[in-house]
């Protein structure tokens, strides 16, 4: 099912002689085609277009997990594993990297797409290069989800287990520890998946989704996971013992602060005004990340190499999000003082700044009919991003504390969100890569910053006498 559609290819043909006459319903009943997965025992019927849960009577789909089991410990596979060590030792050439003179091997790993899984692989690529992040998931003890009779024997996928039995901080961590280890083969991250479909229904399936509605989704569950714990122990404690962390920030979104709301965490000011009496209202709403608008006079714009007009930049964005704004009648404030809803204008001002600043460009949007996407071409820093000018008390801030250098970014590639492909852009110890599902190849500034941003990840600049930034 998720590698090029093989088994599911399998499945389609032979339905083909079912066709050419009238099917019983005894034949309706049985033809149900099953896949294993050899390496995590989940059982997928491409018929039902679902996991399995269910056994036989004579529980032959325990019987066949068992086979596998025991094959993976003979002489067979001991043998097949040999070989296969041989292989990769031999392809090891084709991940060197010449980097000033001297050869290195390339260390990134790739993810393995699961069928339309590049929205997720993106995402994942992007947040594995925000070292802070990344290291605090990597270093969390490993949550062990298995007990008794299970206990110590390797897991597989089943619908019954139930929602208190997954871990998507846990699969997580697994994830990221797998990626920067050097691997010659690409990690699938089916057991992250997994948890995915568990926990957000909305992901369930194998068409393509959003990039940033799934790093939304992400990040919230991340963040509610870690106030809660797992088993008992809560992973907000190693998060209150990481001063780092933990010192300065107080945004919170839905209860207590994590390493989320710690490192993506910001706070805007809302400021409405009345245009009938004047009165003017306050209010304060923590983001994880900004989604900008790519301002109408730019919209028709393809390439960066386009003559007409002016060239579209993340500044014009982010003074579009944070300049007045009258409402239109469909936003009419309700006016606390004349009582009903009035005429009012709105203008965002940022009170704090996150450690990793989030930028989403709204390259997605409605029509009467369809979604359309905004294909212009947006220039932005690849160092140096100056946020000073969207602060709220611009005074109270340090030289460098509102510079921001990139790390990552996501590319939407294709016409509409419903289909296209997505890769990422990210920088690791100076260098900076292409993750492309599977394939990962050293690229070069140049070629980043001619990218079609979606997502835009940028890092607080450290600060030469600070220790608590990133």
Known sequence: RYVNGHAKKHYEDAQIPMTNHKKTEKQEKVQHTVCMDCSSYSTYCYRCDDFVVNDTKLGLVQKVREHLQNLENSAFTS????????????SLNSKLLKVNGSTTALCAT???????????????QSLSNIQQFCCYFKELPAVELRNGKTAGRRTYHTRSQGDNNVSLVEEFRKTLCALWQGSQTAFSPESLFYVVWKIMPNFRGYQQQDAHEFMRYLLDHLHLELQGGFNGVSRSVILQENSSLSASNKCCINGASTVVTAIFGGILQNEVNCLICGTESRKFDPFLDLSLDIPSQFRNKRTKNQES????????????????????????????????????????????????LCLHLKRFHWTAYLRNKVDTYVEFPLRGLDMKCYLLEPENSGPESCLYDLVAVVVHHGSGVGSGHYTAYAAH????????????TLTDEETVVKAKAYILFYVERQAKSGSDKL
């Open 429 to 440: 110890e100076g260098r900076w890569f292409h993750f492309n599902d599977s394939t990962v």
């Open 79 to 90: 043998d097949r594993h040999r070989k296969r060590k041989l292989l990769e030792n031999s």
């Open 309 to 356: 007009g002016p060239m579209c930049t993340l500044r014009d964005c982010l003074r579009s999000f944070t300049d007045l704004e009258e409402l239109d009648e469909t936003e009419l404030y309700m006016c606390h003082k004349c009582k009903k809803k009035q005429k009012s204008t709105k203008k965002f001002w940022i009170q704090k700044l996150p450690k990793v």
């Open 110 to 124: 790739g993810l393995r797409n699961l069928g339309n899984t590049c929205f997720m692989n993106a995402i994942l």
